[in-house]
């Protein structure tokens, strides 16, 4: 040690001593304190995420739009609750196509899972990995890290829960098309859009190069979107105003060979929408320059062209250069070996009861994208329904017995009264519109159930549907014990008692379709659509208060108006 270091350390020892004892023990006394306490926290923190005190696990596969809606919902002092999923976010699926072409940024549209539960204690554990296996023998799941930070370096490990809560969404179906899969980009997550947003302004950046040719030019910025659906027309729309908003005037000379492709392998695009709606887009589109084309099926992609064919036209090949894959959804993998264990080996989705209990497993639940509800046909029970009502066998009911039926129906059956409020079927209306004291004949009702049955389908796979059956989902095992001594739900058809939960619901509450141009159509309840500049600014408005939080609301706002004051952002980043 240096004279110098040991002059120091000899001044601190003199002063130590100089200290009245008083002191001394009063500086013990506070760190020994200090210390303690953080003991006492730190250990806290730990039993928390122990889950002690026979707790039951539930394990969440997935933080989408189901899983986080559940998480954001469950009371985390009743359960041990775990997350198992690859991204630690959630993420705002309905603006990705804004990240495309940087009307709003990427991080502003995704929240981290710590900071939904972070506030609201309880016991809580994430794990950043992805689940392959799923026993519901054992009630074990399989997880992979990619990390390889155990003993044998491979990153798995095992989990076993009490209720498995999957999550897991689902991926881009290709359907099988050649060269997809190795060419085209897709639009499901965020680094999807970050990369669509660099390989756009690469297209530019090509084609603005001296020693091309016109061809090779056009080639370079010919944008191809495969698909009419929702997310591929607000991405032909989003880029279509980036193009003309902004890269225009960075691209003067470029401009003029850009052009944007729809194929939709169906006669329309937007086709879950009101026909008027699909009308006004395609109108829009052809009035704006965006080549739509419609009755053509994509039918092999190489890195230079897409052949498609039409039964007019034959096969013919375009040259392109970025295409983007919009076509629907598929199975993953994970969720194809887990129904080949329940015997559901022949279906797209995980099928699940009115209460979101997978058939064929106990105490597993499944939710969104990955899953949808079995909905039993009516006809099925609608005997011994009407058989409670006509005790006396005549054949007839009043309107007003009538009607208490249809809610009866309503509770087990909740898509025939989701169909009837969004479709208008005059033959079953006017059987309603009598006096409540007139009599019905019971078998004309039955023909009117039989037509209604007949055009139910299944709860789209939507972020909207997804976000009411997580939310569904944590109602429910929030007041399991309640309803297990009080149970509330409708009458069992099949065997004595309640069922102990009301089915889940789902209530329509509108879809919106941006078009480019300050423009959106809305189609609402009710039979209200509008199209305009008007619904443009409540597309803001219901996107901005639908965030998950106030960080990310504000962030989405800010990149708006940033938009509006200074346009998107040209970086290649």
Same mark, same amino acid.
């Given at each position: 040690?240096?004279?110098?270091?040991?002059?120091?350390?000899?001044?601190?020892?003199?002063?130590?001593?100089?200290?009245?004892?008083?002191?001394?023990?009063?500086?013990?006394?506070?760190?020994?304190?200090?210390?303690?306490?953080?003991?006492?926290?730190?250990?806290?923190?730990?039993?928390?995420?122990?889950?002690?005190?026979?707790?039951?696990?539930?394990?969440?596969?997935?933080?989408?739009?189901? /899983?986080?809606?559940?998480?954001?919902?469950?009371?985390?002092?009743?359960?041990?609750?775990?997350?198992?999923?690859?991204?630690?976010?959630?993420?705002?699926?309905?603006?990705?196509?804004?990240?495309?072409?940087?009307?709003?940024?990427?991080?502003?549209?995704?929240?981290?899972?710590?900071?939904?539960?972070?506030?609201?204690?309880?016991?809580?554990?994430?794990?950043?990995?992805?689940?392959?296996?799923?026993?519901?023998?054992?009630?074990?799941?399989?997880?992979?890290?990619?990390?390889?930070?155990?003993?044998?370096?491979?990153?798995?490990?095992?989990?076993?829960?009490?209720?498995?809560?999957?999550?897991?969404?689902?991926?881009?179906?290709?359907?099988?098309?050649?060269?997809?899969?190795?060419?085209?980009?897709?639009?499901?997550?965020?680094?999807?859009?970050?990369?669509?947003?660099?390989?756009?302004?690469?297209?530019?950046?090509?084609?603005? =190069?001296?020693?091309?040719?016109?061809?090779?030019?056009?080639?370079?910025?010919?944008?191809?979107?495969?698909?009419?659906?929702?997310?591929?027309?607000?991405?032909?729309?989003?880029?279509?105003?980036?193009?003309?908003?902004?890269?225009?005037?960075?691209?003067?000379?470029?401009?003029?060979?850009?052009?944007?492709?729809?194929?939709?392998?169906?006669?329309?695009?937007?086709?879950?929408?009101?026909?008027?709606?699909?009308?006004?887009?395609?109108?829009?589109?052809?009035?704006?320059?965006?080549?739509?084309?419609?009755?053509?099926?994509?039918?092999?992609?190489?890195?230079?062209?897409?052949? #498609?064919?039409?039964?007019?036209?034959?096969?013919?090949?375009?040259?392109?250069?970025?295409?983007?894959?919009?076509?629907?959804?598929?199975?993953?993998?994970?969720?194809?070996?887990? #129904?080949?264990?329940?015997?559901?080996?022949?279906?797209?989705?995980?099928?699940?009861?009115?209460? =979101?209990?997978?058939?064929?497993?106990?105490?597993?639940?499944?939710?969104?994208?990955?899953?949808?509800?079995?909905?039993?046909?009516?006809?099925?029970?609608?005997?011994?329904?009407?058989?409670?009502?006509?005790?006396?066998?005549?054949?007839?009911?009043?309107?007003?017995?009538?009607?208490?039926?249809?809610?009866?129906?309503?509770?087990?059956?909740?898509?025939?009264? =989701?169909?009837?409020?969004?479709?208008?079927?005059?033959?079953?209306?006017?059987?309603?519109?009598?006096?409540?004291?007139?009599?019905?004949?019971?078998?004309?009702?039955?023909?009117?159930?039989?037509?209604?049955?007949?055009?139910?389908?299944?709860?789209?796979?939507?972020?909207?549907?997804?976000?009411?059956? /997580?939310?569904?989902?944590?109602?429910?095992?929030?007041?399991?014990?309640?309803?297990?001594?009080?149970?509330?739900?409708?009458?069992?058809?099949?065997?004595?008692?309640?069922?102990?939960?009301?089915?889940?619901?789902?209530?329509?509450?509108?879809?919106?379709?941006?078009?480019?141009?300050?423009?959106?159509?809305?189609?609402?309840?009710?039979?209200?659509?509008?199209?305009?500049?008007?619904?443009?600014?409540?597309?803001?408005?219901?996107?901005?208060?639908?965030?998950?939080?106030?960080?990310?609301? #504000?962030?989405?706002?800010?990149?708006? /108006?940033?938009?509006?004051?200074?346009?998107?952002?040209?970086?290649?980043?």
């Amino acid at each position: 040690m240096s004279s110098g270091g040991a002059s120091l350390v000899r001044r601190a020892v003199e002063a130590v001593r100089r200290t009245p004892r008083w002191q001394r023990r009063l500086v013990l006394l506070t760190v020994g304190a200090g210390t303690l306490s953080y003991a006492c926290q730190d250990n806290r923190v730990l039993q928390i995420s122990d889950g002690t005190g026979g707790k039951k696990k539930v394990v969440i596969l997935g933080t989408g739009w189901a /899983g986080a809606s559940f998480l954001r919902n469950i009371d985390t002092s009743l359960y041990d609750v775990h997350v198992v999923s690859p991204r630690n976010y959630f993420m705002f699926t309905p603006l990705l196509p804004s990240v495309t072409c940087g009307t709003v940024e990427a991080r502003s549209i995704v929240e981290p899972i710590r900071n939904i539960v972070r506030k609201r204690g309880g016991a809580f554990r994430f794990w950043e990995a992805e689940c392959y296996k799923i026993d519901p023998t054992s009630k074990k799941i399989h997880c992979k890290s990619g990390d390889g930070t155990n003993a044998d370096a491979n990153g798995d490990f095992v989990v076993d829960y009490d209720y498995l809560v999957v999550t897991v969404g689902a991926r881009p179906n290709t359907f099988n098309t050649p060269g997809v899969v190795e060419n085209c980009h897709f639009l499901k997550e965020v680094e999807d859009a970050q990369k669509i947003r660099k390989s756009v302004m690469k297209c530019f950046e090509r084609a603005a =190069l001296p020693n091309l040719t016109d061809e090779e030019r056009k080639k370079n910025v010919h944008f191809v979107v495969i698909g009419g659906g929702p997310t591929g027309v607000e991405f032909a729309a989003e880029l279509h105003d980036f193009v003309n908003e902004d890269l225009a005037k960075l691209y003067p000379d470029v401009k003029k060979y850009v052009n944007i492709s729809v194929i939709e392998a169906g006669d329309h695009i937007l086709t879950m929408f009101d026909k008027r709606i699909t009308h006004f887009a395609e109108d829009k589109f052809k009035r704006t320059g965006i080549d739509l084309k419609t009755n053509f099926k994509v039918v092999k992609v190489s890195d230079k062209t897409i052949t #498609m064919s039409n039964p007019a036209t034959g096969e013919i090949a375009v040259p392109y250069g970025l295409a983007v894959w919009s076509t629907g959804i598929g199975t993953r993998p994970m969720i194809m070996d887990f #129904m080949k264990q329940v015997g559901q080996a022949n279906r797209r989705v995980l099928a699940t009861d009115e209460w =979101l209990r997978v058939q064929g497993c106990d105490n597993v639940y499944a939710l969104g994208d990955c899953a949808t509800i079995t909905q039993r046909k009516v006809m099925e029970d609608v005997d011994a329904i009407f058989r409670v009502a006509d005790k006396d066998n005549s054949g007839t009911l009043t309107v007003k017995k009538i009607k208490n039926v249809l809610g009866d129906i309503y509770q087990r059956y909740p898509q025939v009264e =989701l169909y009837l409020k969004t479709n208008q079927m005059k033959g079953f209306n006017d059987l309603l519109k009598d006096k409540e004291s007139e009599e019905l004949n019971i078998e004309e009702f039955k023909k009117a159930l039989a037509q209604v049955d007949s055009q139910v389908k299944m709860l789209p796979a939507t972020a909207q549907v997804a976000a009411q059956e /997580g939310a569904y989902l944590a109602d429910c095992f929030n007041r399991l014990n309640t309803c297990e001594e009080n149970p509330e739900g409708p009458l069992r058809i099949r065997g004595a008692g309640r069922h102990r939960f009301k089915p889940f619901r789902y209530r329509h509450l509108g879809q919106f379709a941006p078009l480019g141009g300050e423009q959106t159509a809305a189609q609402l309840p009710g039979d209200w659509v509008h199209v305009g500049h008007s619904t443009q600014w409540l597309w803001y408005s219901v996107y901005a208060s639908k965030q998950f939080s106030w960080r990310t609301r #504000m962030l989405v706002v800010t990149d708006w /108006g940033r938009r509006f004051l200074f346009g998107r952002d040209s970086s290649s980043l």
